[in-house]
T-cell receptor, first 116, second 114 residues
Framework: EAQVTQNPRYLITVTGKKLTVTCSQN?????MSWYRQDPGLGLRQIYY???????DKGDVPEGYKVSRKEKRNFPLILESPSPNQTSLYFC???????????????FGPGTRLTVT | AQSVAQPEDQVNVAEGNPLTVKCTYS??????LFWYVQYPNRGLQFLLK??????LVKGSYGFEAEFNKSQTSFHLKKPSALVSDSALYFC????????????FGTGTRLQVTL
């Protein structure tokens, strides 16, 4: 089954304790992206990657890091989480070939992060 | 800069009645428009998209959307709502030149009641 998986699904942590949210896709997609969803703000892009070792900032990259060492994986790293990073996080992927601009994105189930 | 507006936080409709969820966009260039749906405790799922061609596009679960270039709108519609359509709906836009960026609206919660 084609899917994007994220782990963990729920995470409660304390300020300053480094954490990683993993994302993996099994569709051989080149493009992967991280979003955060906050009430009244919709989804905002954090980082994206067009392929292995190619990453770039989205709209709200501050406080986050990513890496793309393998095509299927795109982990999100919070090196020193703060309470304003409490949010619902989604990973997504899509193909690049055959008309990327019109390609739909496939989303993971989300990770609800609470930073106290 | 590209942006998407969903002017209604919530839309309420009775089952069996037609529904419309509104979306307007602002871009420089030709837009590529998408609708996604989010059910409780789930990720977003693709519903439909407008790339080019026919202004009326049909998607999953009986949904359709009409692209109106003059009004810069892409409203989501369904002729007969179901209780199971209750969910959070997001409109999104992409533009050539900034194709890596998919800009979402703030979402509209659709509540369908018996």
């Amino acid at each position: 089954e084609a899917q994007v998986t994220q782990n963990p699904r729920y995470l409660i942590t304390v300020t300053g304790k480094k954490l990683t949210v993993t994302c993996s896709q099994n569709m051989n997609h080149e493009y992967m992206s991280w979003y955060r969803q906050d009430p009244g703000l919709g989804l905002r892009q954090i980082y994206y990657s067009m392929n292995v070792e190619v990453t770039d900032k989205g709209d709200v990259p501050e406080g986050y890091k990513v890496s793309r060492k393998e095509k299927r994986n795109f982990p999100l790293i919070l090196e020193s989480p703060s309470p304003n990073q409490t949010s619902l996080y989604f990973c997504a992927s899509s193909r690049l070939a055959g008309g990327f601009i019109g390609a739909e994105q496939y989303f993971g189930p989300g990770t609800r992060l609470t930073v106290t | 800069a590209q942006s998407v507006a969903q002017p209604e936080d919530q839309v309420n409709v009775a089952e069996g009645n037609p529904l419309t969820v509104k979306c307007t966009y602002s871009v420089s260039g030709n837009p590529y428009l998408f609708w996604y749906v989010q059910y409780p405790n789930r990720g977003l799922q693709f519903l439909l998209k407008y790339i080019t061609g026919d202004n009326l596009v049909k998607g999953s679960y009986g949904f359709e959307a009409e692209f109106n270039k003059s009004q810069t709108s892409f409203h989501l519609k369904k002729p007969s709502a179901l209780v199971s359509d209750s969910a959070l709906y997001f409109c999104a836009v992409r533009v050539t030149g900034t194709a890596s960026k998919l800009t979402f609206g703030t979402g509209t919660r659709l509540q369908v009641t018996l």
